[in-house]
C-alpha cells in the first residue's frame, strides 16, 4: 500500500505545478522524492502510508506508536540526506484509515491527548522524539488521496513559507 501513498502525494504534487522525482532506493537510506518548483529544488518529501489499522487498547493506541515509528524512520533518512536542511525536510502521512486524522499527529507530535472528558493526558512513550522534531520542517496529511491538513513549528515559518504559498496552504 507504500506505494499508493506514494502516487497519491506525486499526483496532488503535481497538480499544484510541482515537479516530483523519485529518488532511486539503494544502500544508503534516503527520502521517497526531490520536490522542484520552477526547476529549483523546493524540498525532500517523504511519504509514510497508514494502513487501515485495528483498534488495540492496551497502554497506548498503537497509532501513536505507530505514526512515532514513521516520524523516527523519517528523521534517520533525512538526516542521511540533508541534515543540514539545506532545503526543507517534509514528512507527508498518507492515512488509508478513516478514523485516523491530522488529530493523531498532533497528538504524537505534542506527545499528549485529550480524553473524551477534556483532560490533557500525556503519553510518556513519545517523549525520546522530542529533540529530535526540528529535522522535519513541515508535515502534509492526506486522508485517502485529498490533502487535508498540515503542520509546522513556527519557528520553521521561514523554511516554509514559500512551499505553503505554493500549495495554497494557510499559514
Avoid at 144 to 153: R, S
Wanted: charged share 25%; aromatic share 8%; hydrophobic share 40%.
Amino acid at each position: 500500500m507504500a506505494k499508493s501513498g506514494e502516487r497519491i502525494v506525486k499526483e496532488q504534487l503535481e497538480n499544484k505545478g510541482l515537479k516530483v522525482v523519485k529518488i532511486p532506493e539503494g544502500d544508503i537510506k534516503t527520502v521517497d522524492f526531490e520536490i522542484y518548483y520552477k526547476h529549483e529544488l523546493l524540498c525532500y518529501l517523504e511519504e509514510k502510508t497508514i494502513e487501515l489499522t485495528p483498534l488495540a487498547w492496551k497502554n497506548i493506541d498503537p497509532i501513536y506508536s505507530s505514526i512515532s515509528r514513521h516520524i523516527y524512520d523519517a528523521i534517520k533518512q533525512f538526516k542521511s540526506l540533508n541534515p543540514d536542511q539545506v532545503v526543507p525536510n517534509v514528512l507527508s502521512f498518507t492515512s488509508m484509515d478513516q478514523a485516523r486524522t491530522i488529530n493523531d499527529l498532533a497528538v504524537t507530535l505534542t506527545g499528549h491527548v485529550i480524553t473524551a472528558g477534556g483532560k490533557m493526558r500525556p503519553l510518556h512513550n513519545m517523549k525520546r522524539l522530542e529533540n529530535k522534531l526540528f529535522l522535519i520542517d513541515l508535515y502534509l496529511w492526506f486522508d485517502h488521496d485529498q490533502l487535508t491538513g498540515h503542520i509546522y513549528d513556527e519557528a520553521n515559518l521561514s523554511r516554509v513559507e514559500r512551499m505553503l504559498e505554493i500549495l495554497g496552504l494557510e499559514k
